[in-house]
């Protein structure tokens, strides 16, 4: 088992539509939680960092994460074409400086 | 500059050839890493260095592979005798300063295809 599972996709939706992704991690010794964002063929770009329990927004972004559950959740609002990209999660915690992510979510908003 | 930047982003091998490939990390940045995207997965960790002292190398899949940042700055990676199987996008990123859960900056990668 992966110590961090994400949902594969691929997703399409369409335009304005509310987007869920979502991550689950098995080690406890992660602490702070990251969604990434990548275009094809660039580098991923942070999106979302979060520390604790609880949502974060920004802007039509909000980052969830639930550490009972060891669930990790990002939505968009109101979707554009401008979306469309892979979304990782990751997280790094313990001793260790490195990120740990998940396989990726691609999504596709159609206009 | 005012990102991280990677050379060559592309590069073509024939099996058993050595390749290097480079990385520019932010100025001023502390730490540095390399990662590993195979087509169709998330980044994987291969090493990581704080200034010129290479700290952590346990994400490197062979002995052909090695890393080196000699003045704490620019990092090369070198993979000696490629293997089909070293395919792969890599990555190098950035963080300013050393701790755990620092925002860590990609560059665009170099894509790796071994033939």
């Known amino acids: 088992q992966k110590e961090v599972e994400q949902d594969p996709g691929p997703l399409s939706v369409p335009e304005g539509a509310i987007v869920s992704l979502n991550c689950t991690y098995s080690n406890s010794a992660f602490q702070y939680f990251m969604w990434y964002r990548q275009y094809s063929r660039k580098g991923p770009e942070l999106l979302m960092y979060?520390?604790?329990?609880g949502n974060k927004e920004d802007g039509r972004f909000t980052a969830q994460v639930d550490k009972s559950s060891k669930y990790i959740s990002l939505f968009i609002r109101d979707s554009q074409p401008s979306d469309s990209a892979t979304y990782l999660c990751?997280?790094?915690?313990?001793?260790?400086?490195?990120?740990?992510f998940g396989s990726g979510t691609q999504l596709t908003v159609l206009p | 500059g005012a990102g991280v930047s990677q050379s060559p982003r592309y590069k073509v091998a024939k099996r058993g050839q050595d390749v290097a490939l480079r990385c520019d990390p932010i100025?001023?940045?502390?730490?540095l890493f390399w990662y590993q995207q195979a087509l169709g997965q998330g980044p994987e960790f291969l090493t990581y260095?704080?200034?010129?002292?290479?700290?952590?190398k346990s994400g490197l899949p062979s002995d052909r592979f090695f890393a080196e940042r000699p003045e704490g700055s620019v990092s090369t990676l070198k993979i000696q005798r490629t293997q089909q199987e070293d395919s792969a996008v890599y990555l190098c990123?950035?963080?300013?300063?050393?701790?755990?859960?620092?925002?860590?900056?990609f560059g665009p990668g170099t894509r790796l295809t071994v033939l």
């Open positions: 979060t520390y604790s329990s």
């Open positions: 100025s001023g940045h502390v730490s």
């Open positions: 990751a997280k790094s915690g313990g001793s260790a400086r490195q990120l740990t």
């Open positions: 260095f704080q200034n010129e002292a290479q700290l952590d």
């Open positions: 990123a950035s963080s300013f300063i050393a701790g755990v859960g620092d925002t860590q900056y």
